[in-house]
Each structure stands twice: as structure tokens, then as C-alpha cells.
């Protein structure tokens, strides 16, 4: 026993010596040469894969274009990214790996990991951008390293709103469909605080989607029992395209809105027949809208033997977020200034509208010191023939 | 509590109370404080993170295997334990405005609290019926913390301020360095208090109900307080661990808790063996070390074998499952029994035993 406590002496003596001397930090920070390192946490197999894959695919693309093109004043992107898997542990354990290895900058990817590593990046200091478009993640108060380059989930449901509230005229019954995350309940309370704010004349109901349900067969009929002409989904493709045909095989009339990641090719593809008719809110023009920011994309993939209609519009998407953070740091080089996450934020929000070729809402991304909303505008497509069909371009609640 | 290996003789009853019997003991001693020492010297920021959640993981699994390993209640309620620490601790500390000790402290008592509530249907349950009665708590728990919005900053999860201890706070340059030399500390102690738990007549007590509970009450052992007083100790160690977890990823949200987290506390127990507090330590360490691993074989391999890579998670599933069979099929006593059965091979050489 004895020996015992003498050596536990020994020990506590010793760590609180060890304790006082610090080591030095690890690799942060850059040296202002040599590549550009970027750290990307992807969704690839997760919950949200099935749109995770392009985007992911699309911030790759476009750094080896960009590397191709000669970088940023001659410096490449070094860009390491790693599947996470929808698994908030995972992102902030891929974020420490990133942080570690001296990224400048993070690409993230969904709602839960972003808002959870929102403090963190702040303290940090590492600009982040996310495919999250929650409302919180604009406020730089909130969240002062955090950019999203499309408007909010917020926006896209009021926009959303406004769209039902004008096609139908008279009162009416919406049933919101959600994933039951984070990221599926975002924009629920700006939504129902939209219809009381604008009197808008309807009434809406929130269900939440279990992940991994083999059908919704279920939560069609409640919203048939609750008298529902629309369906407003805030989901990703693969479970909304189900809904479709749900409500295909059961007869149902009616129309099923899809908010930005279920508004897309897939959803068409996967639904086949049963996604005539339905309305996608899209913010990122689709290859059918013919936008002029595509091109440079379309000979990018034509060279490596693809297209962007093969590829989708998420492709775009993660293209022209990476191209939006790409250009902030463009603009700290150019200036001459140390390439830091704090000399990121300040350009992105002092160098003025980036333009995207009409690509993202109403073809300009810009950020304030006030407000890291980059866009508030969104184009509305209906599914006709296999094909998004441009409605209206450009649209704002 | 293990009789001492054979080939050892006591001459004192002092020697025989010792927690370490042999040189050798010693020797591991000082090189597990001579490891702690040096960690955060040898390894960078990134893996010191690694050591730092899976300190973090220690001390839960500790308290899982006090419950599970040494009264024999079997609990799937674990992530749900986690939740009630973490959350309280975040709340007092930023709501409330309580210093970090403090509300680390509270959560502590809250979560034993909900623990002892959660474990009254073991009064009445054994085995796998218990089984389904702590699933529903871990269920009854997420779902609280999904809906009620006050755990939450309006529509972004709860967020922790930076930990500060009186005029001490930590630096963002040190962050995984400072953090490591609490929660070493924190883990430490939690060890050390298990260990010496069942040397009390209260951890004997849990391991006699585990054995035969009836024998067990003929001797005098109050069964019913047993098993209340051990979900409320294990929930203790697991509102430990949750409200440390809280502070050091600076953001809570029920997305951490889910089944499947208390579905790898389970594994992480079984694997390093039931009834085990060393066992513990080793599982919390294998299963938080196994993905990673994965991880940097299959990207080292990605190159010729790119297919592997885009099928990493399945892969990892693929493996805790087989890990955990294998465990069960050739040594359900885990690894702390494989450690035990090479320690034994070498002081009864020549001999088989």
C-alpha cells in the first residue's frame, strides 16, 4: 500500500511538471506557398448519400479544373475528402483531422454536423460552407464563420408557400413531409410563422419521415385524412421519389412540393411516371434551364467523357460552392495578404457580388458583414415528360 | 471480485487487501503512467482528439460494465444516460450560468437520479425482458431531447460555451492538449473509484445479485436496493461521461445518443470483458480504434482497391458485427481474460496450469 501512494505521488508530481510545459501547436495554418489545403466532409453512403455522391463529385471537379486552369495565382488546392456518413461524431472527428493537417477552409455537408460545428469553427477561425441551408447558419452572430451560398431552407419554404397560396386562390390543406433530423424540421417554424405573418390561406401540418421506411403509404393517407392538396417535402431524392409513387398507387390528387434536395433528376428518374406534375423549388439551375455558368462545367465533363445532365445538378452544385469559396480565397492571395480562415471570412464578405452564370438563385452570391445569406432566390421547376420544366426563374419570397 | 491468481501466496492480510500482488503488476503500473505521460507528446493534435473521446468513452463504458458486467442487469439505455448528463450539465453551465465543476457535478446526480427511475422495472424484469424496458428508456429519452425545444438555441442544437474554470480557460491552441490532462484525470479517478467500489461490501453485494439473486437475498443482500443503488452508481459514471462529452465537443445534440451509441457501449464491454473494469478500458479503446484503423488500411489499400473505399461504412459494420461474434465464440471473457490467460501462460511455464 505504501509503495503504492509513493508512486501515485511520483505520478501527480510529475504530470502537474509535464502539465506546465506546452507543446508546440501541429501543422496550422498556412505557409503561403505550395498547395491550398481544403478539407471536405462528404455524406457518400450516409442517409443522404444519394445527393451527397454528386455534390461531393461536383467540389472535386471543379478543384481539378480549377488545378488545371493553374490554381489560385499558381497555387493548386490540395482538397482531402472523406466519407462521414450522416454521422455527427464522425464530421467533428473528420473536422479535427482537417483542423489538424492545417486546412485554410472547410466544406461540410449536412444540417446536424454543421450546426454542431458551428461554434467550433468560429473559435477556430475556419470558414465553412455547408450544403446546409438552415436559417441559423446566416446570422453572423450566430454562426460568424459559416456561408451559405443558397437561399435558406426558410426561403425555399416560404417561396414554396407563396407558390401554393397563389395557384390555388381559396384556403387550403399542406401536409410537410420531413426527414426527422436537423435538417428535415429547419425550415418548419419560419414556415408556419410565413403563413400567419402574410394571412396566407392555409393550413399546415408536419409529419415526420421515418428513415429507412419501406414506403409512406402510412403518412399519404394521414395527409389524405387531413384533407392535404399539397405535400411540401424537405427530404432528400430517394424517399421523396417513394412518396410519389405512394401516392400514385393510391389514387391520391395530390401535388407533392419538393424543397431544394429532393428537386432534382433523381427524383424524376426514381419516380418514373408517378413525379408528372409534382413542383421541385430548386435554387441550382438544372441542365434543361440552359444557364451560361454551365457551360464551363459541360466542357469540364465532356473532356472526361460525361454530362451535366448525366451527372445532375447537384454536380452544379457542389461545383459552384466550391467555386464561391475558391474565389474568396482568390481574393486574399490577389491582395497579397497571408491566406488565413480569418482573411477568408473578410473577403467573402467585403469583396461584392461572385457571379455563378445564373447557376445559384438569380445568378449572384454575395455576403455581407451583417448577413452570410448569399442568395434569396430560387427558380421553381415542374417534372413534365422525364424533365425539369422552368416554371419561373429567380423567384423570392 | 476474482480470487488472486494461482501461484501467488499472501503472508499479511495487508498484502492480500494490496490492489497489485506481483513486481510485475508494478512494472505495468509505471508503464501505463509513463504512457500517460508521454501521449501528448508523441502523438499530433488529430490523434490526441482520438485519445480524447476515447477517454471520454472509458469512463461510460465503466459505468455500463458496473450494471451490466457486474450486477448482470442488461441495459440498452445507455446513449439515453449519456443524453441526461450531457444535457444537464450544458444547461446549468450556460443557462444557469453554474461553474463547470458544479454543473459537471449536478449532472452526475440527475443522471443517477434517472438512472435509479429507469432501473425500477428491474425489480420485476431479468434478462432480455429488462432488456426491452431499458430500450424504452433510451427511446423515452431522444425523443424528449428531439422535441422539447427548450434543449435546444431556438432551431440550432444547444451549444456550450469554451470550458473556463474560474479565471482558467482553454486556449484554442491547446485545445486537445489541455483537454487531454482533464479528462485523463477524470478517467483516471473513475477507474480507480470502480476498481475500489467492488472491494466494498456495496460492489460485492452487486455481484452476488448477478450471480443468484435469491441465494444472494437468503444471505442477507437486499436485492431491491442492490439493483436500484447499481443503476444509480452506473448512471452516475454515464452522466459523468455525458456532461464531459458536452463540454469538450462545445455542442449537444441528441444525434450523439442515439441506439446505436448504446448498442457500442454494449460491444465495447463485451469485447473487453464482462465484470472487468480493466476490460472496460481495453473495449472503449479496441472499438474506438477499430474504425480509424479501418479507415487507414483501406485508404493506404484505396489505391489499388479503390472499390473498397466507397464501401468503407459497410465494411466497418461488417466488421464490429464479426468482431463481437468472434468475441463471443472464442472468448466471451474478452480481452481482459485473453490478457489474463497470457499472463498466466508465462508464470505457470512450463507447465499448461
Known amino acids: 500500500m505504501h509503495k503504492h501512494s509513493w508512486a501515485f505521488a511520483v505520478a501527480t508530481a510529475s504530470a502537474l511538471a509535464f502539465t506546465a510545459c506546452a507543446p508546440g501547436g501541429g501543422d496550422t495554418g498556412d505557409t503561403g506557398e505550395g498547395p491550398i489545403k481544403i478539407g471536405i466532409i462528404a455524406d457518400l453512403t450516409g442517409a443522404t448519400g444519394d445527393v451527397g455522391t454528386p455534390y461531393n463529385e461536383g467540389m472535386l471537379g471543379y478543384i481539378d479544373w480549377l488545378n488545371s486552369e493553374g490554381g489560385i495565382d499558381g497555387r493548386e488546392i490540395d482538397a482531402t475528402s472523406k466519407d462521414y456518413a450522416y454521422d455527427v461524431p464522425t464530421a467533428e472527428r473528420l473536422y479535427k483531422e482537417y483542423l489538424n493537417d492545417g486546412a485554410v477552409a472547410i466544406q461540410g455537408w449536412g444540417t446536424g454536423d454543421s450546426e454542431a460545428l458551428m461554434n467550433k469553427v468560429a473559435a477556430d477561425e475556419l470558414p465553412f460552407m455547408s450544403a446546409s441551408y438552415a436559417e441559423v447558419l446566416t446570422d453572423p452572430a450566430e454562426a460568424p464563420y459559416n456561408f451559405v451560398v443558397a437561399p435558406t431552407y426558410s426561403d425555399q419554404m416560404r417561396v414554396a408557400l407563396n407558390w401554393i397560396a397563389e395557384e390555388e386562390g381559396a384556403a387550403t390543406d399542406v401536409a410537410f413531409l420531413h426527414s426527422d433530423s436537423p435538417f428535415g424540421l429547419a425550415p418548419l417554424e419560419d414556415g408556419q410563422s410565413w403563413i400567419e405573418d402574410e394571412g396566407l390561406d392555409i393550413s399546415m401540418e408536419a409529419y415526420a419521415m421515418p428513415a429507412g421506411a419501406a414506403n409512406y403509404v402510412g403518412l399519404v393517407s394521414q395527409a389524405e385524412q387531413q384533407g392535404a392538396k399539397y405535400i411540401v417535402i424537405q427530404n432528400v431524392s430517394s424517399p421523396a421519389a417513394q412518396v410519389a409513387k405512394d401516392i400514385q398507387a393510391q389514387g391520391a390528387n395530390i401535388k407533392i412540393v419538393c424543397l431544394n434536395w429532393c428537386a432534382d433528376e433523381q427524383f424524376i428518374d426514381t419516380a418514373g411516371d408517378a413525379a408528372e406534375g409534382h413542383i421541385l423549388i430548386s435554387p441550382f439551375a438544372p441542365s434543361t434551364a440552359e444557364m451560361e455558368g454551365q457551360q464551363v462545367i459541360e466542357d469540364y465533363l465532356s473532356e472526361n467523357g460525361s454530362s451535366l445532365e448525366k451527372e445532375g445538378l447537384h454536380y452544379a452544385q457542389g461545383w459552384y460552392t466550391m467555386h464561391i469559396m475558391a474565389e474568396g480565397m482568390r481574393e486574399v492571395v490577389e491582395a497579397g495578404d497571408d491566406l488565413t480562415g480569418e482573411a477568408i471570412k473578410t473577403a467573402l464578405e467585403t469583396m461584392g457580388p461572385i457571379d455563378t452564370g445564373g447557376v445559384v438563385g438569380t445568378g449572384e452570391v454575395e455576403f455581407s458583414e451583417d448577413s452570410h445569406r448569399g442568395q434569396t432566390g430560387t427558380g421553381i421547376y415542374v417534372a413534365e415528360g422525364g424533365e425539369m420544366k422552368p416554371l419561373e426563374t429567380g423567384v423570392t419570397p | ?353
Open chain 2, 1 to 353: 471480485m476474482a480470487a488472486s491468481a494461482t501461484g501467488i501466496f499472501h503472508r499479511t492480510y495487508q498484502r492480500e487487501l494490496a490492489l497489485r500482488h506481483t513486481r510485475a503488476e508494478y512494472v505495468r503500473l509505471a508503464l501505463v503512467v509513463v504512457a500517460i505521460l508521454a501521449t501528448p507528446y508523441l502523438v499530433d493534435f488529430y490523434w490526441l482528439s482520438v485519445v480524447n473521446t476515447i477517454l471520454i468513452a472509458v469512463i461510460g463504458a465503466v459505468g455500463l460494465n458496473i450494471l451490466v458486467g457486474f450486477t448482470g442487469q442488461i441495459s440498452l439505455g445507455q446513449g439515453g444516460f449519456l443524453a441526461v448528463g450531457a444535457f444537464t450539465s450544458a444547461l446549468l453551465y450556460q443557462r444557469a450560468e453554474l461553474p463547470a465543476p458544479l454543473s459537471i457535478a449536478c449532472a452526475v446526480i440527475v443522471t443517477a437520479g434517472a438512472g435509479a427511475l429507469f432501473g425500477l422495472p428491474a425489480l420485476r424484469l431479468k434478462g432480455l425482458y429488462l432488456a426491452i424496458a431499458t430500450l424504452a428508456s433510451q427511446e423515452i429519452i431522444v425523443f424528449i431531447a428531439r422535441r422539447w425545444t427548450f434543449l435546444r438555441d431556438g432551431s440550432a442544437p444547444l451549444s456550450v460555451d469554451r470550458l473556463h474554470i474560474g479565471g482558467f480557460e482553454i486556449s484554442r491552441e491547446l485545445f486537445e492538449w489541455q483537454w487531454y490532462w482533464i479528462l485523463v484525470t477524470c478517467a483516471v479517478l473513475s477507474v480507480l473509484a470502480a476498481r475500489n467500489l467492488f472491494r466494498s461490501s456495496l460492489g460485492r453485494s452487486f455481484m452476488a445479485v448477478r450471480d443468484q439473486d435469491i441465494a444472494a437475498s437468503a444471505m442477507g443482500v437486499n436485492v431491491t436496493r442492490a439493483k436500484v443503488t447499481a443503476f444509480a452508481v452506473s448512471s452516475g459514471f454515464v452522466g459523468f461521461a455525458g456532461a464531459l462529452s458536452a463540454h469538450y465537443t462545445e455542442t449537444v445534440t441528441w444525434e450523439a445518443f442515439t441506439l446505436e451509441v448504446s448498442i457500442l457501449y454494449l460491444a465495447m464491454i463485451i469485447v473487453g470483458g464482462l465484470g472487468s473494469i480493466a476490460g472496460s478500458v481495453y473495449g472503449a479503446f479496441f472499438l474506438m480504434l477499430l474504425p480509424l484503423f479501418l479507415n487507414e488500411v483501406l485508404h493506404a489499400a484505396g489505391d489499388s482497391l479503390p472499390f473498397l473505399l466507397g464501401r468503407l461504412p459497410a465494411i466497418e459494420n461488417a466488421v464490429f458485427g464479426l468482431v463481437i461474434i468472434v468475441f463471443l465464440l472464442v472468448e466471451p471473457r474478452g480481452l481482459d481474460r485473453i490478457w489474463q490467460r497470457m499472463k498466466d501462460y508465462i508464470r505457470f511455464w512450463p507447465f499448461r496450469y
